[in-house]
């Protein structure tokens, strides 16, 4: 589909976008609260969850329609603009009458394309500005598809949310980064603005500053981060919450960095380090096919002698040692575990085509009988 996506914001180049607000709305008084504060620091976008969905049922899901009428006093007061998450039609009519300014989908309704298109469905007609967060799973085409489906409903101003991706074991993120997914939807929709939603990314608020700097490091387009008057006592996310006055010296800390510049000798010195880094990208793929044919000669083997594709023991010392031999060569056992499964995949598929020649053939040939 071919879009044609303006920018949400207005922004000067080099000036992040700056959304903040409570993870939900809880009380008018909390609601204003945080607003006075944040209105003293002139982000752009003041946020508050209304209707909030929870994991399982019983925990805090949200004031509902009251809680707008406490982002209407916001602007009215403050004069920020004011954005809530919407997840159904409902919720797009109620937001509407309410006069809020920018939309939001959250990565539980951006992963159901029924909701997505329920939302689409609900805002034609009503150019209102619309930001997308990623879906729960590492899934780009997903995120893709909720982009198209608002734009298709005539939506002129898209942005997205980077807000992490849920994965399993253990992890020092809520949801983790997977940067490289958010630089893969930014290739494939060029200028589409991207703010980092570091709160839901850390799930704690140690870390936010360190996420917060790697998403300006990434050229990021900006930060959505959940601030607090007293976090501690929220009645959800506290864990990731912060104060307006520790919001405003991380924004304050940010280093940001230019996205080129037109010292000569620094083009050239990146210019060598770039030819170098293509001609070990180039080695290693020549490595990884010769490495491919070695998987298929086994998978000759395995075949002949009725030797399972897959095994364990294998492929669990092939990982221990080479996670071993990374931290020696300081490689990161995240980094090292992802590039050595992506290869052993592939190894399989390889060696299951070897091992399933003439299988296919003989099945098509019975089907057509």
Same mark, same amino acid.
């Given at each position: 589909?071919?879009?044609?996506?303006?920018?949400?914001?207005?922004?000067?180049?080099?000036?992040?976008?700056v959304?903040?607000?409570?993870?939900?709305?809880?009380?008018?008084?909390?609601?204003?609260?945080?607003?006075?504060?944040?209105?003293?620091?002139?982000?752009?976008?003041?946020?508050?969850?209304?209707?909030?969905?929870?994991?399982?049922?019983?925990?805090?899901e949200?004031?509902?329609?009251?809680?707008?009428?406490?982002?209407?006093?916001?602007?009215?007061?403050?004069?920020?603009?004011?954005?809530?998450?919407?997840?159904?039609?409902?919720?797009?009519f109620?937001?509407?009458?309410?006069?809020?300014?920018?939309?939001?989908?959250?990565a539980?309704?951006?992963?159901?394309?029924?909701?997505?298109?329920?939302?689409a469905?609900a805002?034609?007609?009503?150019?209102?500005?619309?930001? @997308?967060? $990623?879906?729960?799973?590492?899934?780009?085409?997903?995120? +893709?598809?909720?982009? !198209?489906r &608002?734009? /298709?409903?005539?939506?002129?101003?898209?942005?997205?949310?980077?807000r992490?991706?849920?994965?399993?074991?253990?992890?020092?993120?809520?949801?983790?980064?997977?940067?490289?997914?958010?630089?893969?939807?930014?290739?494939?929709?060029?200028?589409?603005?991207?703010?980092?939603?570091?709160?839901?990314?850390?799930?704690?608020?140690?870390?936010?500053?360190?996420?917060?700097?790697?998403a300006?490091?990434?050229?990021?387009?900006?930060?959505?981060?959940?601030?607090?008057?007293?976090?501690?006592?929220?009645?959800?996310?506290?864990a990731?919450?912060?104060?307006?006055?520790?919001?405003?010296?991380?924004?304050?800390?940010?280093?940001?960095?230019?996205?080129?510049?037109?010292d000569v000798?620094?083009?050239?010195?990146?210019?060598?380090?770039?030819?170098?880094?293509?001609? @070990?990208? $180039?080695?290693?793929?020549n490595?990884?096919?010769?490495? +491919?044919?070695?998987? !298929?000669? &086994?998978? /000759?083997?395995?075949?002949?002698?009725?030797?399972?594709?897959?095994?364990?023991?294998?492929?669990?010392?092939?990982?221990?040692q080479?996670?071993?031999?990374?931290?020696?060569?300081?490689?990161?056992?995240?980094?090292?575990?992802?590039v050595?499964?992506?290869?052993?995949?592939?190894?399989?598929?390889?060696?299951?085509?070897?091992?399933?020649?003439?299988?296919?053939?003989?099945?098509?040939?019975?089907?057509?009988?």
């Amino acid at each position: 589909m071919d879009m044609k996506i303006n920018p949400v914001f207005d922004k000067p180049a080099g000036q992040p976008v700056v959304i903040a607000g409570p993870c939900s709305a809880e009380s008018e008084e909390q609601v204003l609260t945080t607003a006075r504060a944040l209105a003293k620091q002139n982000i752009d976008l003041f946020r508050s969850g209304i209707w909030k969905p929870r994991t399982r049922p019983g925990s805090f899901e949200g004031v509902g329609v009251i809680g707008l009428k406490w982002l209407q006093k916001v602007k009215a007061e403050t004069g920020l603009k004011v954005t809530t998450e919407v997840a159904n039609r409902a919720h797009v009519f109620e937001a509407l009458k309410h006069g809020i300014d920018v939309l939001w989908l959250g990565a539980r309704t951006t992963v159901n394309p029924f909701s997505v298109q329920e939302v689409a469905d609900a805002i034609k007609g009503v150019d209102i500005p619309v930001l @997308i967060k $990623n879906p729960i799973n590492p899934d780009v085409k997903l995120w +893709m598809g909720a982009i !198209e489906r &608002i734009a /298709k409903a005539g939506v002129t101003k898209i942005g997205v949310i980077h807000r992490g991706f849920s994965s399993f074991g253990n992890s020092n993120y809520r949801n983790e980064p997977m940067w490289q997914l958010a630089i893969e939807l930014k290739r494939l929709v060029p200028g589409i603005q991207m703010v980092c939603d570091n709160s839901h990314i850390c799930g704690r608020r140690d870390t936010l500053a360190f996420v917060a700097q790697r998403a300006m490091d990434l050229q990021m387009d900006g930060l959505m981060t959940e601030v607090h008057p007293n976090p501690d006592e929220a009645w959800s996310d506290a864990a990731q919450q912060i104060t307006p006055a520790v919001f405003g010296e991380l924004v304050k800390g940010l280093k940001l960095r230019k996205a080129s510049t037109n010292d000569v000798e620094f083009l050239e010195h990146i210019d060598d380090l770039r030819h170098q880094i293509d001609e @070990i990208d $180039n080695n290693l793929l020549n490595l990884y096919s010769k490495r +491919m044919n070695l998987a !298929e000669n &086994i998978g /000759k083997y395995k075949k002949k002698n009725n030797i399972s594709i897959l095994q364990s023991s294998r492929w669990n010392e092939i990982l221990e040692q080479s996670m071993a031999k990374g931290r020696e060569i300081g490689l990161s056992d995240g980094f090292v575990t992802q590039v050595l499964t992506a290869i052993h995949q592939e190894s399989i598929n390889h060696q299951t085509k070897v091992m399933n020649t003439g299988t296919t053939e003989k099945q098509a040939k019975k089907a057509k009988a």
